[in-house]
Every structure is written in structure tokens, then in C-alpha cells.
């Protein structure tokens, strides 16, 4: 049904072919970038306009049941941003927990067209799915938590690794999951069963428990390298949010040895200090190991001073914060699986922790020596909403406005962290890659992110401004797979997506061991439990070394 | 003699098929381990093991009846004819509303809201008249929660507040929260203990270690006085006087619920629909939420309908409100009170209603139902009711879980698929409402366009001038 297209006279930013900022002919037909189209093409004049391939979110909380508890929790958040219907489009309500719809109409029109959901317990990933359905214009995938599972934990602390082998490609089959997704390895039992306690050290073992969260994490990195996932784990590591916690992340990626692995929301994960008191910045160490270690990719995980969401696998995390916030708060256990913790949270600069947070972002991105590796996102809704990202490009591509929004903050936080000296601003092609060029190459989606031929004709035409922020907050075009989904700042069609997953190979064998623990331990049936092909509307399989 | 012998072997040669696995829809517990016995030719289900006693009167009554697939005011009409009819009332009315929702698939849920945004409507479920309370109560203070495995696997102190499962949902005790063995309760029973709170002594009461009976209507007090003593404030022994609870009683239950490794609060509508409502589920879930200062401590409300869960979902993750949504401005607003379909019908707003799966002109206030009477209504339902009679248009629909697949929300938000028995001749839910919203875009686009460019020219103008 798409149209074939020419898009004439833009400048083209397209880090992956070389491209950066020459005027070149766009084409497009059935869906794809192709060589040349024919005269009668559609013609799309892009004069003083820049033409990236559409964005890539490789982070953020966008459908299943957490993020709809979030929904029922706030509707205090919604109510003062409604997202209208069109003739084309349906309506929703925003915030930072936006209803599915506004959530894929939002994403488009910052040009954005792919997003990965990070966070999905296996039981909740038949709710993911069906709101993916109703997520509309963008691809989509999701990480499967597997980090928290306690059959996955007795396998490893019973070495038996074979069997671990298939059980993690078993879940990930039955869930049509893109990859594995670790929560605070290791932390979900103290939480459920030792009285809402945790786990702070990466070697930390316990009287009755001798598995280290080092130890899983360590299992899950050699499974998914061996059984070649398009994305490595995908890892959100033990002491999210305490001082002195840049210790664990620098160990969980000393972990992974040489062998491929990604770090989530690493701004989280960087901070100096002593436990329970005031963080200070050690974004360089981390920046140093991550320019060091061509296998490590990440994330920032940006926090952007207003509204945020805090929703998040890592329930003790929840409570700590719920302290902080004395608001309301929800916790959601998930059988033999998972934790969950959910409450609302606003990032205030007058705070001195909440501007260390802000600058350590931002130093992270300017202290990064490899674009193609640390990827724009803001933890959606954990650090801001993704709405928020115009906002970010301009904070990294303009240093006047940075020092400007330097003068808000809190002085005190800005002694700890190397932020004012950072003189550096980000080009439109390295842009191009945190955002959209870098992500697809992480996820391994080799027609995303890029616009040589052969790729999705997933594009987006921005009018050049000054103000960066409001250039890439209003793109003049969209088109997804083609098809001119905004023209004119205007929606003019409406479209579901597609849903990636991955298909590694297991022996069926494994069923025999994991059906008498559903049977003692789960409260649905073990048949009822892998969700089945009719979720998965338009999807397609990335492949494996194993599928 | 030969006679009987030949009725013998015609019975065992019954077109038998057996469907392991089924799920019942019945009730919120969404019980998923059917074992379904189908006599195929008669299309009826002859057996459901595990089934409890409410499940097995679910499956047995569910036979195929002979009665029209649509009708116009009482009027066997095609399914075609009462589709345009519907969308043509639906489109044409200034304040139509949607209600019901809770026993149907989410696949199903999900088309009557796209319907309700289509034509600027008001979409409500069963819920604003069982849970709502708990809705708004959780919009206040959060929850803590768990799946009802975690129950099962973990908890040792179990209370149920305001309700009656061994009448309501009477495989909750075994299947999940009372007598099954799990992780860290390998004896069931043995390692639990097990309050019921209830205004008067139910056949709940059986499995409980500990009956509290309150007053009628002092639930909020019984629950303040517990967050009170579960931080420690001392209290005058009055409280006996207010709330009918001797004070050593609530003294020994705070400090249970201290004491406990995983604690565990189930309500019901005892609570959610009593004096105090909202404030009730509020403080139930104030107090579960303060226990875990000292413990893990998770709160549930047991929810009735097989889908009602589903509903809360699905309105919620397309508008981003759980019930109570009016789209009249082209956008979700959410004002129980104002948007609940009691109140839209006792008012007098609504001047058209889309009821899917739901009876409320049986079961609704008096004003409610004579307001009902007054506008044309279109149903959905598997069964004749109070609601179809008055209907202008009524489809007959197929059996979510008995005839037609699709997916459910057990009451801790677990997602269960359905495993259909037998084929119905009517269509379902789904269908139905899916062509119904087909035909309402169709019509919306139309007048939005009349007179100009349809919607595709006016896609290709935008792009071509350039």
C-alpha cells in the first residue's frame, strides 16, 4: 500500500553509510529505502530541511502491567494533557504514563519509530503484547525479566548449566521476548521473603543462599553470547540510586569479561560516596571503562528536572524512594519471577542530589569517546518522559544553553562532578547516531537507524533551526515503512507497527523439569503459561546464532 | 433386552472430545485448570472436573439455544441490518454510552472502546458499581500487591475482609490462598493463619483461625484503630464501645500482622460497598502498605466478574483511566460520579447505550432503568435479560471461554487465554463489536469529509503539492 517516493534536496545525516549532512536523493518504495523510483513517485522537496532515519528508543516503559498500574495510580497526571482524536487517529492522555495510543502518536511525532518496552515479567508479557497491539505507527520489542527467576537461580546454584541454557531460551520463546532483562540479580528474594531487605554487594551470598548476584549475572552474559542474541543482556545492576554504587556497575561489566553486554540507565549506576549520604559524580570512571571496552553499550538513562514516573523491576529501589516522596507507592510481587515498584517522583534543581543526577547524564554523553555505544534515553518515565528528548539534544548539541540551564541548579551539586568544565557539543551526525544510528546497531536491527538501501523506510524530515529543541520536538515529516504517517506537523493516516522478537533454539526436553515446578510453585497452568502466535499481530523474527 | 444393549453402545460412542486445561470465566479467580468433557454433537459440556460448584452450573447452563442472532425491537432481523442499525444510533446520538464489559474477552473490550472514542461517548464497566471504590482508593494511596502464586508460595497470615469466598469464589481457599502447599508453606494449611473479618459469620468462617465480627458499618474504624496499633499509638479499650472489636483482639492481630513473614489482606464488597467506600479500601490499603515497614505485606481485592479485571485494564491502557471515561471533547475525561453509568442514566445524559455482557436493567436503581427505558439500547449478550427486552437492537452472542477463545484478567492481573469447548452458531463479543466500530468509522469519516476530499485524497493532496 506505500506509495513510492522521492525525497529531493534535504540534507541527509546517516552516520552508518557515511553520510553527514550531503544533499541526497531519498528513495522509497514498498516500504524500504531502494536505489531510484520511477518518475511517477511522489516527491517530497526537503529544501532546508534534515532527513534522518526515524528514532530509535532502546530504553524506555511504554506498555504492560506495570506501566498501566502507573495509568490507574495517576490520573492526577494525565488530566491536564489530553491527547485529542483526529479523523485518522485515536484519542488518550499523556503525562509521563501516557494511554498506549498517545504513546505511539507521541513518539512519532519526535520522529521516533521504533521503542523497546524494558522491563516485561514473563507472566505479564501476554498484557504487553495486547497493549502493543494497541500501540500505534511504531515497531516495537520487549525484555523479558529473567534475572529474579527462582527455577533460573536453582539451575545456576546447581550448575547445571545445560539445562539453564535451554530454560533461557524456553522462556524467551514463550514469552516472544527480544532478550533477557536483569532486575537487581539476586534481590527479589530478600525483598519477598526476608522482610522487604535487599542485596548490596555484587558477591554478596547469604546463610541460606549461596548464589551471588555476580553469579547470575555472569551465567545470563555466557548464555545469551553463546546462543547469539541480536541484543546482549540487557542489565540493570545491583544498588540502582545508592552512593558509592559506581563500584558494582564498574564489577558487573568486569563481569562480562570481553563478552557483549548492556548496561541500563548506567547515570543511575555511577555515583561516588558513601551509602546513605551524598552522592558525588564518578562519571568518568565509568565513561573511562565504557570507551575502554568495545564490547559494553549503555544507555544514560537521563534525568530531566520536572514529572517523572519512577516504575521499575527493582522493588526495594521503590521503597527507598517512597521514603523520600511519602506519597503513594505500589509494589507488585510476580510469582517465582519478578518484584515491581511503582510512585510517582518529580526531579526538582533546587535538589542537591537531583542536579548531580542531571549533570552526571549530561557528563556521561560528553565524557563518551564512542557515540555508537551510549545511547540517548531517559528511562522512560524513571529519569522523564521521552518527551523530554528535544529538550536533551539541545542540553548535549548547544553549550550556551547548557551553561544557561547550569545557572538554575543546585551550585553545590555542580563542585562534584566535572560538568562545567565540558566544553564539548554534539554535532547533528553524532545526534544521529545516540538516537538512532547507534541503538539499531546495538539491538542488531540491521535495516533500522539507517537510510542505505535496503533499510525500513522509516524517515524523518526535520526543518534546520537554531533552537534545537524545538527543531527535533517538530518534525515536518514522518514516514513509517513507507507511508506518510505526519506531513505538515499533521497526522495523516493511522498504522499499527510490527513486533521484533527472537526465536533461539531449545531442546524441548527441558519442558520435563520446568512442568513439575509450575506445577507446585505457579498458580496457572503450565499449558496456559507461553503465549501464543496470535499476539503477536505484525511481527518479525530477528535471528539468532541458534534460530 | 437388544434394545438396551444398543442404547448402551450409542452412549459410549457419543462424540466425546475432553479439553484439558479450559479456563472458567465464572468468577475473578479465573480458575485455568478445566478438564472439560464436550459432547460435541449436542454441543454441550457434560462434565467440567475441577470445576467448583459454581463453574459446573457456568458450563452446564451454557447449552446453544435456538433464538435469533440479532433482532430490531423484539424483530428477528439479519446481523448486517442490526449492525447498521446500531452503529447508525450510536453515531446519531449526542450523549451515547457503553457499559458492562467485565464478562467479555479484552479482545472484545478493546473494540468497545475504540467504538465509545469513535463516537465521543461515555465508556464505563461493572466496575463503578462493585470495585470503583478500590479504583479510587488506589489512585490514593497506592497498593501493595502480589499474584496470587506469591500467595500460595509464601504467606502465612492470610486475611479476608468484608467478603465471602466459600460462597463467592469458592476455589479460592484451595487453590490459592488457604490450604495449598507452596515454596515456603509446604503444609498448607498448617503454615498459615487464617482471619476472617465479616460483619456476621459466614460459611467462610469455617477456615478461619480467627473471627472478628464488627459492627455493621465500622470497618474504617476497625482499620484506622489497626494502623494506629500497628505504629505503635496507644488506644483507650472504648474502642470495643465504637467498633464492637475488643481492643485485645485488635492488639493480637497488629501484632500478627507484624510478627508475620508474608501477610497477606483480601477484600470484597463487605468493604467496598459499605458505609465509607472508598475510605474503607483506602485504609485497608493504608494499612498493608504501613506493614511493610516491619514485613512484606500485600493487599487484593477479590474481584467478582471473569473479566472485570480485563475491563480496568483495557479502558485503562487506551484512554489511561480505568472506568468512568466520557471521550465527549475528542479526549478521555474521567469523573466517576459524573461519568458512571448510574449516574449518566439517573440523570438523564445518556440518550443512547451500547451494553455489552452486563445486565444492568435488572440489577440497576430504579431511575437508572426507566431512564434505560426511554433511549434505544443495544446489547450484547449470550442470554435473554432484563436489558435485551428492553432492547432496540439485541445481538445474541457466542460464550467467551465455553464457545470463543480469547484473553482474560484473573483478579491479580495474571492473563489467561481461553481454550473454547464447543462452536456456537452466534457470533461473539468481538465480532460483532469489531463490525459495529467498522461501520461507525465509516460513517464518522463521512461526515467529517462531506462535501471535500475522502480521507486517502486528502492524505495524497498533502504530500503531492510539494
Known amino acids: 500500500m506505500s506509495a513510492s517516493m522521492r525525497i529531493v534536496n534535504g540534507q541527509v545525516y546517516d552516520p552508518k553509510n557515511n553520510i553527514d549532512g550531503e544533499v541526497k536523493e531519498i528513495c522509497v518504495e514498498d516500504g524500504k529505502i531502494v536505489d531510484s523510483v520511477s518518475d511517477e513517485a511522489t516527491i517530497i522537496d526537503a529544501k532546508g530541511m534534515v532527513i534522518m532515519a526515524g528514532g530509535v528508543d532502546i530504553h524506555c516503559h511504554i506498555a504492560g502491567p506495570k506501566v498501566n498500574l502507573a495509568r490507574k495510580l495517576t490520573p492526577e497526571a494525565r488530566r491536564h494533557d489530553p491527547h485529542p482524536s483526529t479523523p485518522f487517529t485515536r484519542s488518550g492522555s499523556g503525562g509521563t504514563t501516557p494511554s498506549t495510543f498517545a504513546a505511539g502518536y507521541r513518539y512519532a511525532t519526535l520522529g521516533y519509530t521504533t521503542a523497546m518496552e524494558a522491563a516485561v515479567s514473563p507472566i505479564g508479557a501476554r498484557h504487553v503484547l495486547e497493549e502493543f497491539e494497541d500501540t500505534p505507527i511504531i515497531d516495537k520489542g520487549f525484555y523479558v525479566l529473567l534475572g529474579n527467576n527462582i527455577f533460573l537461580h536453582n539451575l545456576i546454584r546447581e550448575k547445571r548449566i545445560e539445562e539453564f541454557d535451554q530454560a533461557v531460551a524456553w522462556w524467551v520463546n514463550a514469552t516472544k521476548a527480544y532478550t533477557v532483562k536483569l532486575v537487581n540479580p539476586g534481590g527479589d528474594e530478600p525483598w519477598k521473603g526476608k522482610r522487604n531487605s535487599n542485596v548490596s554487594n555484587i558477591d554478596e551470598k547469604s546463610d541460606d543462599d549461596t548464589l551471588s548476584p555476580r553469579q547470575i549475572i555472569e551465567a545470563f552474559i555466557k548464555t545469551v553470547n553463546k546462543q547469539g542474541y541480536p541484543h546482549p543482556p540487557h542489565i540493570h545492576c545491583n544498588n540502582l540510586g545508592h552512593s558509592g554504587n559506581y563500584i558494582t556497575t564498574l564489577e558487573t561489566m568486569k563481569t562480562a569479561g570481553d563478552l557483549r553486554a548492556h548496561i541500563a540507565h548506567i547515570q543511575f549506576h555511577s555515583y561516588g560516596g558513601e551509602v546513605g549520604k551524598n552522592p558525588i559524580s564518578k562519571a568518568a570512571e565509568i565513561a573511562e571503562y565504557v570507551n575502554n571496552h568495545p564490547n559494553i553499550t549503555c544507555d544514560v538513562g537521563q534525568v530531566m528536572f520536572g514529572d517523572s514516573t519512577i516504575m521499575t523491576a527493582d522493588a526495594p529501589l521503590a521503597y527507598v524512594l517512597k521514603g523520600h516522596s511519602k506519597g503513594k507507592w505500589v509494589n507488585a510481587d510476580t510469582e517465582c519471577e519478578s518484584g515491581c515498584g511503582i510512585l510517582p517522583f518529580a526531579y526538582q534543581e533546587h535538589i542537591y542530589v537531583h542536579t548531580l543526577q542531571w549533570a552526571i547524564g549530561l557528563e556521561l554523553f560528553l565524557l563518551s569517546e564512542d557515540p555508537w555505544r551510549i545511547v540517548l534515553s531517559t528511562d522512560h518515565p524513571n529519569g522523564g518522559s521521552f518527551m523530554a528528548y528535544p529538550k536533551l539534544i539541545k542540553l548535549l548539541m548547544d553549550e550556551k544553553f547548557r551553561r544557561e540551564e547550569m545557572k538554575r541548579v543546585n551550585q553545590k551539586a555542580l563542585l562534584n562532578c566535572s560538568l562545567p568544565e565540558l566544553k564539548r557539543e554534539y554535532t547533528l551526525s553524532e545526534i544521529a547516531i545516540i538516537t538512532r544510528a547507534g541503538p539499531a546497531r546495538a539491538l542488531g536491527l540491521e535495516t533500522k537507524g539507517h537510510l542505505g538501501v535496503g533499510a525500513d523506510a522509516d524517515i524523518t524530515i526535520y526543518d534546520l533551526m537554531d533552537d534545537k529543541e524545538l527543531m527535533f520536538s517538530t518534525p515536518r515529516y514522518v514516514i513509517k515503512s513507507g507511508n506518510t504517517m505526519i506531513a505538515n506537523h499533521e497526522f495523516k493516516t493511522d498504522s499499527k507497527g510490527k513486533v521484533y522478537h527472537i526465536t533461539p533454539d531449545y531442546d524441548n526436553k527441558i519442558e520435563e523439569s520446568l512442568k513439575p515446578f509450575f506445577e507446585d510453585y505457579y498458580s496457572i497452568e503450565f499449558s496456559n503459561y507461553p503465549v501464543d502466535d496470535r499476539y503477536l499481530h505484525q511481527h518479525e523474527i530477528i535471528k539468532t546464532k541458534t534460530s | ?466
Not at chain 2, 468497545?112 to 482508593?137: E, F, M, Q, R
Open chain 2, 1 to 466: 433386552m437388544i434394545e438396551k444393549t444398543n442404547k448402551k453402545v450409542v452412549e459410549e460412542n457419543k462424540n466425546i472430545k475432553i479439553v484439558h486445561d479450559a479456563t472458567c470465566t465464572f468468577c475473578g479467580c479465573v480458575c485455568d485448570d478445566m478438564e472439560l468433557h464436550v459432547d460435541v454433537d449436542e454441543k454441550r459440556i457434560i462434565k467440567s472436573k475441577n470445576a467448583c460448584v459454581l463453574g459446573r452450573a457456568w458450563f452446564a447452563e451454557h447449552t446453544i439455544e435456538n433464538a435469533p442472532a440479532a433482532m430490531i425491537d423484539g424483530k428477528e432481523v439479519t446481523i448486517e441490518e442490526a449492525i447498521e442499525e446500531a452503529a447508525q444510533t450510536l453515531v446519531n446520538a449526542k450523549f451515547p454510552i457503553t457499559y458492562g464489559l467485565s464478562d467479555t474477552t479484552s479482545e472484545a473490550q478493546r473494540q468497545a472502546v475504540a467504538i465509545t472514542d469513535y463516537i465521543k461517548g461515555n465508556i464505563d464497566t461493572t466496575t463503578s458499581v462493585c470495585h470503583g471504590p478500590s479504583g479510587l482508593a488506589f489512585q490514593g494511596v497506592g497498593e501493595s500487591t502480589s499474584t496470587l502464586g506469591e500467595v500460595k508460595n509464601r504467606a502465612d497470615l492470610v486475611i479476608y475482609w468484608g467478603g465471602n469466598p466459600a460462597e463467592s469464589h469458592p476455589r479460592h481457599f484451595g487453590r490459592y490462598a488457604v490450604t495449598p502447599k507452596g515454596m515456603f508453606t509446604p503444609n498448607g494449611k498448617k503454615d498459615r493463619t487464617v482471619v476472617l473479618v465479616d460483619v456476621r459469620k459466614t460459611k467462610s468462617a469455617g477456615v478461619a483461625d480467627i473471627l472478628i465480627t464488627p459492627k455493621p458499618g465500622k470497618d474504617f474504624e476497625v482499620l484506622w484503630a489497626l494502623r494506629a496499633l500497628v505504629k505503635g499509638v496507644k488506644l483507650s479499650s472504648d474502642i470495643e464501645k465504637e467498633t464492637g472489636v475488643p481492643l485485645e483482639i485488635l492488639t493480637d492481630l497488629a501484632k500478627r500482622m507484624k510478627e508475620c513473614r508474608f501477610g497477606v489482606l483480601f477484600f470484597g464488597m463487605g468493604l467496598t460497598m459499605t458505609r465509607g467506600r472508598h475510605f474503607n479500601s483506602g485504609a485497608l490499603l493504608a494499612l498493608a502498605t504501613d506493614l511493610n515497614e516491619y514485613t512484606h505485606f500485600v493487599a487484593k481485592p477479590v474481584r467478582g466478574h471473569g473479566n472485570v479485571t480485563g475491563a480496568d485494564n483495557v479502558v485503562a491502557w487506551q484512554t489511561g483511566y480505568p472506568f468512568g471515561v466520557n471521550f465527549s471533547r475528542g479526549y478521555p475525561r474521567f469523573n466517576p460520579g459524573e461519568f458512571t453509568t448510574v449516574d449518566t442514566l439517573s440523570n438523564g445524559d445518556a440518550d443512547a447505550a451500547l451494553i455489552v455482557a452486563s445486565d444492568p436493567g435488572s440489577n440497576f436503581p430504579k431511575k437508572a432503568i426507566e431512564h434505560l427505558k426511554n433511549i434505544p439500547v443495544i446489547t450484547l449478550d449470550t442470554k435473554t435479560t432484563d436489558t435485551t427486552k428492553l432492547s432496540h437492537v439485541a445481538f445474541k452472542t457466542s460464550t467467551y471461554g465455553i464457545n470463543t477463545s480469547g484473553t482474560v484478567y484473573r483478579m491479580d492481573d495474571v492473563s489467561i487465554t481461553l481454550r473454547p469447548a464447543f462452536e456456537s452458531p452466534f457470533p461473539d463479543d468481538e465480532k460483532i463489536l469489531k463490525s459495529i466500530k467498522k461501520r461507525v468509522h465509516e460513517l464518522i469519516l463521512k461526515n467529517s469529509h462531506s462535501g471535500g476530499a475522502s480521507g486517502e485524497a486528502k492524505v495524497a493532496a498533502a504530500v503531492n503539492p510539494l
